[in-house]
């Protein structure tokens, strides 16, 4: 029952998430970090590893000559294996093991009768969800049931979350900060995977980096390139970024900084039309060009809502919306206003998130997270953030325009016109880093010493 009552908050923490009021917590709360619950599940869970490798892995049938045999086998498989969980969630837990040949792996286990439980999971999802639309007519999350039917079964599906993590690393292969964990395909099935095991401290921990000297902003850069490329470029896009699924450490032996990307099991695939037309949304909001911020949300689905659509994505008042998302940082007092106003729309955001595509509603949740990490490194909405989408956004614009022609002259014109925005975006960046820097306020300083006085 727990369980269950933990994946109907989860989804409907997502619903409150996607609307960009959310409250500025670090602190992820999991029935499973008490002792009692996290004792009891690994007693139960370690043996679903034999259970499934036997059933699973190799079609063994239950209680036969062969089953005997491979058990003392499987017992085998482990030189240690640590009972306690390195972190427990609402489907599975993470244990540190051992190999025989000498390799450390972390064995993720999925809970036993998850896969049996997550059908009545859906369905009192369903029910609750029901009760509260007859309630409160104006309220629309039927959205969460339909989600949850899409999505749990691919969470489930261990083999699944395996291949989303290879390609993801095979994706952004260029970013040589990234990390995604090896995966071990010939001891993983359905509901037992393992994988390399890499140690770091959470994304969110800034005593951790101020310890191992790792510079908050660097991360906060690295970790907008990497979903800026996820989403604008490749439309495949990681939508669980919470801080215990985002690790960052110093490199053994090199000492370059690498963020550890965790848990594939959920990905949105975009499609290419959402994809382009949420680059052009984004390039206005940047822009601060009301008329295609209108344009570009309303076919993405707000309607008249495109105002709370537009401070939905970007955290931000309406206020700033217009003047400019990249030109003022935000401020205690619209934080406040955001907060403040939040109740007050709820039955517009509800409607809202009823009318978006079905993609949008995972990309809301993944930018929340991502800017509830921002802010506990206190980089939220620096410049190089949206500087970062603007590139990704240009590139993908350029590439789409250039594949949809055949003429050699106009492919030209394309990657020139890209070649120069991508320049305009460089230079713009330069002059802020300047602008900050020591001998910027020197360069500013002397020139406003040597400018002549106003008469």
């Known amino acids: 029952m727990a369980r269950r009552a933990l994946k109907i908050v989860s989804w409907t923490s997502m619903a409150l998430a996607s609307s960009g009021f959310y409250l500025y917590s670090n602190k992820y709360i999991d029935p499973n970090d008490f002792g009692a619950v996290r004792i009891g599940r690994a007693v139960a869970t370690t043996a679903v590893i034999s259970y499934d490798y036997l059933t699973s892995l190799r079609s063994v049938p239950y209680g036969s000559e062969e089953y005997a045999q491979l058990k003392s086998e499987i017992q085998d498989l482990f030189q240690s294996f640590e009972d306690t969980p390195l972190g427990a969630a609402s489907l599975a837990q993470v244990h540190k093991a051992?190999?025989?040949?000498?390799?450390?792996?972390?064995?993720?286990?999925?809970?036993p009768k998850v896969q049996a439980q997550s059908s009545k999971d859906i369905l009192l999802m369903e029910v609750l969800v029901g009760a509260v639309k007859q309630l409160f007519p104006e309220f629309e999350f039927m959205w969460l049931v339909d989600e949850a039917k899409k999505n749990l079964p691919l969470e489930l599906d261990f083999l699944n979350e395996g291949k989303n993590a290879e390609k993801v690393a095979e994706m952004l292969k260029r970013f040589e900060f990234l990390k995604v964990p090896r995966i071990y395909w010939e001891l993983s099935t359905r509901r037992v995977l393992l994988m390399e095991f890499v140690e770091g401290g959470q994304v969110n921990d800034k005593a951790y980096?101020?310890?191992?000297?790792?510079?908050?902003?660097?991360?906060?850069?690295?970790?907008?390139?990497?979903?800026?490329?996820?989403?604008?470029?490749?439309?495949?896009?990681?939508?669980?970024?919470?801080?215990?699924?985002?690790?960052?450490?110093?490199?053994?032996g090199t000492g370059k900084v690498e963020i550890i990307l965790l848990d594939h099991g959920l990905y949105q695939i975009l499609t290419d039309e959402f994809r382009l037309d949420y680059c052009h949304l984004w390039q206005a909001l940047i822009k601060a060009d009301m008329k295609r911020v209108k344009k570009y949300s309303q076919r993405l689905g707000a309607g008249d809502l495109y105002p709370l659509f537009a401070c939905m994505l970007t955290a931000r008042s309406w206020d700033s919306v217009n003047k400019g998302i990249g030109r003022a940082p935000v401020t205690a007092d619209e934080d406040v206003e955001i907060r403040n106003n939040a109740a007050a729309y709820l039955p517009q955001i509800s409607q809202l998130l009823n009318k978006v595509p079905r993609?949008?509603?995972?990309?809301?949740?993944?930018?929340?997270?991502l800017r509830g990490i921002e802010t506990a490194l206190s980089t939220r909405a620096s410049a190089s953030s949206f500087l970062n989408m603007s590139r990704c956004c240009t590139r993908a614009l350029a590439a789409h325009k250039k594949k949809k022609t055949c003429s050699l002259l106009k492919r030209t014109q394309i990657s020139l016109e890209e070649s120069l925005s991508l320049w305009q975006i460089n230079l713009h960046e330069l002059f802020l880093r300047v602008r900050g820097s020591w001998l910027g306020n020197w360069i500013f300083a002397l020139f406003y010493w040597l400018s002549p006085a106003p008469h």
């Open 98 to 111: 051992v190999l025989y040949d000498g390799r450390t792996v972390a064995v993720k286990v999925q809970h």
């Open 359 to 369: 993609q949008m509603l995972l990309i809301l949740k993944t930018n929340d997270l």
């Open 209 to 252: 980096m101020e310890k191992n000297q790792i510079d908050v902003n660097e991360i906060s850069r690295q970790l907008g390139k990497m979903y800026s490329e996820m989403i604008f470029v490749n439309g495949f896009v990681h939508c669980d970024p919470h801080p215990g699924n985002v690790l960052v450490r110093k490199r053994p």
